[in-house]
């Protein structure tokens, strides 16, 4: 198993990733951006295909909520 | 401290108005700012005179652009200007980002050790101004600077533009090879021309503020998302010479603008942000933030530079600093094809180049932008997320954007650029700009390699170069004099390590300073090769 990568991992394209998210949501309902990220959280989970990984992710994201 | 004193430009009546026949001349520039200040500099180093046409007398009013970046301190450097500016800038490298009350993180952009220039300095535009129309009067039969002398027409045939123009003496017409557009973002000329430029205008305004106050506080750049002395959503704070702060606030898209500029209603806006220290006002403006171009930068005789061509939002100093380096692109195309040594069609890689840098700027300014306007609740809740990792999760501190700040565009893959060396290693790839190191001269003084490139092209080579040509200037890297070339030591050894040295290798230097190619083996066929590319001689 390995680590959560928390340095950063996106290069050169960080921005562009960050523009690509904010345009898939764009003209969406709040109902159907929920669907999306929902959709995308199953194909990245897959796409890592390590659950402690993913669990660290989970706890990490949780906190403060 | 005294706040800067605006002394009027001396007008003189135009000779033409007195009976002198008008001359036709290489280069007219409309607009004494930066940009046509640093290319008339420019040009006269390359020995083509020019006239500066300017409507108004004085220096720009306020301090507009502040921040100005590494390269176009290199630049400045080359022009003759560069020290006084770093002289009296304030250096900063240290930014820090809040996130409501809580400092999300700071950074540091100090750059590694063995640069001339810092990243950034920040130096009010009247500054900038002042130094450039000094220097310009170490060039009197070059430069001819007219003040109050607007443009109010322009024609153009195949090979000349014609420029009409109003005096308070009354008006006479000049007639120039070229005539260059830096008349700014409202430029004239644009829309005597018909060009419009390609918008998208941000919804929310900005109230940006020049104020004088004694503060302790460092040469820093302090930027808040959502500030708790603030009603809008972002706010930044930045330090400028003469105990001068700049202050930029996000307003509601929907703020009534002549409501906002009333100094009894700017005044509480800035007290929430420095607290009880007495301050006073040097400076306002407000406005909605544009980013903008036209689709072409040269139209026939007609060609533009700076703000004219090209407009940003001002998060990531990238106006000005584009600006610039758009005239250090055009200058030595311009006088090459004005002397004779290059075809016209050197100009339109201006085109090709600088449309592709404004881009660069245009994308990572609307993105800059959206970060700090997020349009609706999604976008909204991303952000923040972002803001929120930032706190404990280094990968978030990157996707933060308070706007990427100016770095210089890399020109690979243009026409002028030949194909990179495979056996090369290295970041200095064809088209990227030169990077700069501390060097040792033959006469054991020390200084930068960067003030020892460009103006002409140059041959740098790694050790004694091969068959050394008559029309290119040689530079030698190498640890004892060689006869007959100028040779620089690379006593630290990072000229070796940022080009990837290797005894033999030669790097072809435009005079703008980018690489124009690069050989492990050179041989003289392929420095004449790419000698002629890089001049415009040769077709891609």
Not at chain 2, 106 to 128: C, M, R, T, W
Not at chain 2, 320 to 331: C, E, F, H, R, S
Not at chain 2, 403 to 408: A, D
Request: negative net charge.
């Amino acid at each position: 198993m390995s680590a959560l990568t928390t340095d950063w991992n996106l290069g050169t394209s960080g921005d562009d990733v960050y523009a690509a998210l904010v345009e898939a949501h764009e003209g969406l309902s709040d109902e159907d951006c929920r669907r999306l990220d929902v959709r995308l959280i199953l194909m990245l989970a897959n796409h890592i295909g390590d659950a402690g990984v993913i669990c660290d992710a989970l706890k990490r994201a949780r906190e403060g909520l | 401290m005294a706040r800067y004193e605006y002394r009027p430009f001396d007008y003189h009546k135009p000779p033409e108005l007195s009976g002198t026949p008008a001359r036709r001349r290489p280069v007219i520039i409309a607009g004494a700012g930066p940009v046509g200040l640093a290319a008339a500099i420019d040009l006269a180093l390359h020995g083509v005179a020019c006239v500066v046409l300017d409507d108004n007398n004085i220096v720009s009013r306020g301090s507009r652009a502040i921040c100005w970046s590494k390269r176009t301190l290199e630049i400045f450097d080359r022009l003759g200007v560069g020290e006084r500016m770093v002289a009296k800038g304030v250096t900063w490298k240290v930014g820090r980002l809040y996130h409501g009350e809580r400092e999300v993180y700071s950074f540091d952009l100090l750059p590694e050790q063995g640069h001339k220039n810092p990243a950034f300095i920040n130096l009010q535009q009247y500054y900038v101004e002042e130094y450039l129309v000094d220097r310009t009067r170490e060039f009197p039969d070059l430069i001819d600077l007219r003040f109050k002398n607007k443009v109010i027409g322009v024609t153009q045939t195949a090979d000349a533009a014609r420029v009409d123009i109003e005096t308070p003496d009354g008006r006479y017409a000049l007639e120039a090879d070229y005539l260059l557009a830096c008349d700014g973002a409202h430029s004239p000329i644009r829309s005597m021309l018909g060009l419009t430029f390609r918008s998208r205008v941000f919804e929310e305004q900005f109230l940006i503020t020049d104020i004088e106050m004694k503060a302790d506080f460092p040469s820093e750049r302090w930027f808040w998302f959502d500030p708790p002395f603030h009603n809008g959503q972002s706010a930044l704070l930045h330090k400028q010479p003469d105990d001068i702060y700049r202050i930029d606030l996000q307003l509601p898209a929907d703020a009534d603008p002549e409501t906002e500029k009333r100094l009894e209603n700017v005044i509480p806006r800035i007290q929430a942000v420095v607290g009880e220290r007495p301050f006073e006002i040097d400076w306002t403006s407000l406005y909605r933030f544009q980013c903008a171009r036209i689709d072409r930068f040269v139209h026939g005789r007609v060609i533009f530079a700076g703000d004219s061509a090209h407009v940003v939002s001002p998060f990531g100093a990238r106006g000005g600093n584009g600006g610039i380096q758009d005239v250090d692109n055009l200058a030595w195309k311009l006088a090459a094809v004005l002397q004779g040594q290059a075809p016209a069609g050197l100009i339109e890689t201006y085109n090709e180049e600088r449309v592709h840098g404004a881009d660069e700027n245009i994308l990572n300014s609307s993105r800059a932008t959206n970060f700090m306007t997020p349009k609706n609740g999604l976008e909204h809740m991303l952000r923040d997320e972002v803001l929120t990792l930032a706190g404990s999760l280094p990968f978030a501190r990157r996707l933060v954007n308070s706007g990427r700040l100016s770095l210089p565009c890399s020109l690979a893959g243009f026409a002028l650029q030949s194909d990179d060396d495979r056996e090369m290693r290295g970041p200095m790839v064809p088209g990227a700009p030169c990077l700069d190191a501390p060097v040792r001269d033959a006469q054991g003084r020390t200084g930068w390699l960067l003030d020892h490139l460009g103006g002409d092209f140059i041959l740098l080579s790694f050790g004694a170069p091969q068959s050394p040509r008559q029309d290119l200037r040689h530079l030698a890297i190498a640890p004892q004099p060689i006869a007959g070339v100028e040779t620089l030591a690379d006593d630290e050894g990072l000229v070796a390590e940022r080009y990837g040295g290797r005894d033999g290798a030669a790097y072809l230097i435009r005079p703008d300073q980018h690489v124009a190619a690069r050989f492990a083996q050179p041989t003289p066929e392929k420095i004449a090769q790419a000698l002629a590319r890089a001049r415009g001689l040769e077709a891609a």
